[in-house]
């Protein structure tokens, strides 16, 4: 069974500096996908950066990117020039699709606050 | 702003009852996924609907129960509640390659 490990309850960071938020995770499948998402206080999920298996390069979106290490099973998230509006719960996911499930598993969770 | 709307935000239920948890989605969305997410952790599967049937199960017992209508609107029934129901329940769809969550139903069963 796949299981996600987020081994940093909480973190903080001043404003515009960088932060990097770690997530490993154990399979024995090849083809899968990864995936980071924000929970603020508003409670919804919403999607930052996601990274296919198969893809060697690093995802990046704007202020985020990941650094994805297949062989370690290691998928962290770096945020950088970190804002106010960062401040939220972060998850780590990785999923599998099997017979037309898409079946995400989460990890436990990063609450991060970035300070002003 | 995801598309994906849930009802009602929060619910006060007592040990022993029953509770419908609804979830409305896009046109397109074809899919759609439950989660339990307890407080202090991360979002657990329970299960997926795709065209009106169930597709994929999680770890919950047979008291969790589904339902996808044809407007892209989605239930969760949870029969005979317990205390450990209390949590917060997310609904996600999803369109092409992307899942969207909606902003939760807070559970809680005294």
């Known amino acids: 069974a796949q299981t996600v490990t987020q081994s940093q309850p909480e973190m903080s960071v001043q404003e515009a500096e960088t932060v990097t938020l770690s997530c490993t995770y154990d399979?024995?499948?090849?083809?899968?996908?990864l995936f980071w998402y924000k929970q603020p206080p508003s409670r919804q999920m919403i999607l930052v950066i996601r990274q296919e298996a198969y893809k060697q390069q690093n995802a990046t979106e704007n202020r985020f990117s990941v650094n994805f290490q297949k062989a370690a099973k290691s998928f962290s998230l770096k945020i950088s020039d970190s804002q106010l509006g960062d401040t939220a719960m972060y998850f780590c996911a990785f999923m599998k699709t099997t017979s037309g499930t898409y079946k995400y598993i989460f990890g436990t969770g990063t609450r991060l606050k970035v300070l002003a | 702003e995801t598309g994906v709307t849930q009802s009602p935000t929060h619910l006060i239920k007592t040990r022993g009852q029953q509770v419908t948890l609804r979830c409305s989605s896009q046109?397109?969305?074809?899919?759609v996924s439950w989660y339990q997410q307890a407080l202090g952790q991360g979002p657990q599967f329970i299960f997926q609907y795709y065209r009106e049937e169930e597709n994929g199960r999680g770890n919950f017992p047979p008291r969790f129960s589904g339902l996808q209508f044809p407007n892209y609107s989605s239930e969760l029934n949870v029969n005979a509640l317990e205390l450990d129901d209390s949590a917060l329940y997310l609904c996600?769809?999803?369109?092409?390659?992307?899942?969207?969550f909606g902003p939760g139903t807070r559970l809680t069963v005294l």
């Open positions: 399979t024995s499948e090849n083809n899968y996908y």
């Open positions: 996600a769809s999803r369109r092409e390659d992307e899942q969207f």
């Open positions: 046109s397109g969305h074809n899919t």
